[in-house]
């Protein structure tokens, strides 16, 4: 394990070890030598309940992004019924420009619902974390960066 590996706290589902990534084709196809035995891989083979998210906290983030996506989608969806129905069986007409602000706020709230749901999920089989989520999302949004900054790092 390499010193940037140690540094950070691993999630409860991560593998232990990384995989090796092939190496990239060159412009010639390279010839190799048959050999009749098999070739045995360096890449480490992952089972896939070693890859796989722990249903507990998939069952989370699940509840999670029900709550903070389907919430202002159906309240988006509301308020087009409503603006309709006021539209047509009353004298209330409301500008069309302001019912579709409503809407693209509402969906655009669930959208971002969606993302916020997995990340302030607790990954930890163990802990629920908070009602809102507040810790989680922080923890996971830095976990997130640090592997986008490796793997950016890993390419350069």
């Known amino acids: 394990m390499s010193a940037e590996e140690s540094e ?5 589902f991560e593998p232990k070890t990384k995989r090796q990534k092939p190496p990239k084709a060159t412009s010639k196809p390279q010839v190799q030598p048959k050999k009749s035995e098999p070739q045995v891989s360096n890449q480490p083979s992952f089972k896939k309940q070693e890859m796989a998210i722990p249903p507990v906290v998939s069952q989370r983030m699940i509840r999670r992004v029900t709550g903070f996506c389907g919430i202002p989608t159906v309240l988006g969806i509301v308020t087009l019924v409503v603006s309709y129905l006021l539209a ?30 997995v990340l302030s999920a607790s990954w930890d089989e163990d802990r629920t974390g908070s009602l809102l989520g507040l810790g989680e999302f922080s923890t996971n949004w830095g976990r997130m960066v640090e592997v986008w900054r490796e793997t950016r790092q890993k390419k350069a």
């Open 88 to 117: 047509i069986y009353t004298d209330i007409k409301l500008p069309p420009i302001a019912v579709l602000l409503v809407n693209m706020g509402l969906f655009g709230i669930g959208v971002v619902g969606i993302t916020y749901g």
């Open 8 to 12: 950070r706290s691993r999630l409860p």
